[in-house]
């Protein structure tokens, strides 16, 4: 569908948002219903997610040309939305002026960049990376104003926006470019040349985590090893089973509720081409639940073991790639260059590894974000931890979380190093039960 014509139908099918604070009692109800496209519903989905809301339960229908959602949702809090100003950016990025409904060639949710340098990781996890990494962009003059790093099964990927020392803005020097394309390079591939490590720079836009599920797909960070160790128990519950009746093949989740669950899988199944016709999320405690109706973008459900297996190893790849394992710890202090290498750098000669890091930076201050874990796969020692805090400055560092609540690590934990329902008894859109497929 070329832009025009997109143009035309938006306009003659504007998006009709309804927010509803009355009807559910402990969310608000966000009823979107727009002319239907492929990738839709990841952009709506992306929205409600970038506001940080809680997605309790959403219902998805998006049968023929029409595209009809309906998502309760509440803040970080469990309360409902009330302030006016949120309201408001809801219905302007939702509604007939929004944008959200553009081309699909654009990326979804993205943000401008254009004072900062971007730069994209992907290689081996290993104890010590992010400290490496950020070793030779300090020697380089880059400050890292961004970052959002993620390791899943061995591999490691990073979003990074960096500046330049020098002029406080985007990299332009050509060969400080290059440069720290190729020493980054050789740090990514470190001695393993089995697989891939690659960087990529831009001055463009992006939106991080979609970007980072991307990147790992295009990985394949989903293929597990024979005998890895992993537990089966620890998994999310994924099964794909053919409706034959309806020409679908029906997608269950089951796993623990966190923040953002939506959005990677319906962004997985968004980047493996799939189209969800119909679907219902619920959070039961401390429980999710989700079931979909999907087909291939070709109109096809699923048309074999294989394709099927890899559909479930996706999907629990995205699920788990998020997820935290280990002590969180927070810093927060004036940035300045150097500021990540240094700390990382503490991090390392203490033994410790980050499985999992958030960087941001506002108004000059740094604030970041650590899920850290032992290099050798026990729990974190009380008595490391307060060393590199008194290291730091433990007005700067501080501790979320116990250590002694850790679990012991389960033998897959040490290769993750770096950076360290539904339709049960009801339908729903009238498309009748599913509980039985064939």
Known sequence: MDDEYEKFIRRMNPPRVVIDNESCKNATVIQVDSANKHGILLEVVQILTDLNFIITKAYICSDGGWFMDVFNVTNQDGNKITEEPILDYIMKSLGPDSCFASSMRRSVGVTTGMDHTSIELIGSDRPGLLSEVSAVLTNLRCNVVNAEVWTHNTRAAAIMQVTDDETGGAIADAEKLSMIKKLLCNVLRGSNKSRDAKTLLSHGVTHTDRRLHQL????RDYERAAGDGSDDKERPNVNVVNW???DYSVVTIRCKDRPKLLFDTICTLTDMQYVVFHGNVDTEGPEAYQ????RHIDGSPVKSD???QRVIQCLEAAIERRVSEGLKLELCTTDRV?????????????SLTVTRAEVSTRAGKALNTFYVRDSSGYPVDTKIIESVRQTIGQTILRVKGSPEELNPVQQESPTRFLFGGLFKSRSFCNFGSVRSYS
Request: one cysteine or more; a negative charge; aromatic letters at 12%.
């Open 306 to 308: 294989a394709e099927r």
């Open 216 to 219: 790992m797909f295009a990985d």
């Open 291 to 294: 079931e979909y109706c999907i």
């Open 338 to 350: 150097g500021l990540l290498s240094n700390v990382t750098r503490i991090f390392r000669e203490n």
């Open 244 to 246: 034959q009746d309806k």
